[in-house]
């Protein structure tokens, strides 16, 4: 299967999504009915890293073999140092690695590789090696831990721009990625438009109810809103409601 051309997110998206926790995001993403978009697994490696969003470019392993899974295999034109070759600036690496938690996907080199070519973030179900060193080419990275093995310890690598599942999601090439302390979450790419009009609403709506509350407002028809709550905050907002 040839992979799929990777498309660029524009940067009104990137800047407005970065606003928006992953939070806010499962909770909208939820009302659409999509339960399963949070990657399970996919931790900061440090905390504090900031929130990143990107089309995701996705990379597969399967389970190691011994004829494939060798340290010759790294020269092989299907390869992680061949993805990485192919990874525009701006998009966020998600890789599947059927959360094996003893072979590490990528280490410092290979990340120090992804952060000069500009990648947003690596994130994977599985984990990294060189701790130290990954955490020094500044490369945002969401993973399941460390391991010092390499990759062919227990991996194959099959491919990159091709439907995958990490962390029990289905993560297909140019869906949006969005990351912060909470972990990873997915929006199809089908309805990023419609996330980019509800996300920075309820963004609003959430800290309008915040200050609610530090008001010593009772829960109870705040949150959720009922019509009266509702009609103080649209006239506080001087909105429509329209997105929310």
């Known amino acids: ?3 799929q051309t990777a498309l660029p997110l524009a940067p009104e998206a990137i800047a407005l999504l970065s606003q928006v926790t992953t939070a ?4 909208l993403l ?11 697994g996919t931790r900061p490696l440090r905390a504090g890293q900031p929130r990143r969003v990107g089309r995701a470019f996705t990379l597969r392993f399967v389970p190691a073999r011994e004829d494939l899974a060798t340290p010759e295999s790294w020269a092989s034109p299907i390869s992680t140092r061949a993805a990485i070759e192919d990874m525009p600036a701006g998009c966020i690496a998600v890789v599947d690695a ?3 938690q ?8 290979l990340c120090a590789r992804m952060a000069r070519r500009g990648v947003a973030a690596l994130v994977t179900d599985g984990v990294v ?3 130290a060193g990954v955490l020094g080419t500044g490369l945002p990275v969401w993973c399941s831990g460390v391991a010092a093995p390499p990759s062919v310890a227990g991996l194959t690598f099959t491919a990159w721009q091709q439907p995958i599942a990490c962390g029990g999601v289905a993560v297909f090439p140019n869906d949006v990625i969005v990351v912060d302390d909470d972990g990873a979450v997915l929006i199809p790419a089908a309805l990023l438009d419609e996330m980019l009009v509800l996300a920075p609403e309820q963004e609003r709506q959430e800290a309008w109810i915040m200050e609610e509350v530090k008001r010593g407002v009772a829960l109870p028809g705040l949150y959720p809103m009922n019509a009266e709550t509702r009609a103080r905050y649209l006239a506080a907002s001087g909105g429509d409601g329209a997105g929310a």
């Open 24 to 27: 806010t995001l499962t909770t």
């Open 30 to 40: 939820l009302k659409k009915g999509l339960r399963n978009v949070w990657l399970r």
């Open 1 to 3: 299967m040839t992979p």
């Open 102 to 109: 003893d072979a590490g996907i990528f280490g410092d080199i």
């Open 98 to 100: 059927m959360g094996v």
């Open 129 to 131: 090696r060189d701790a």
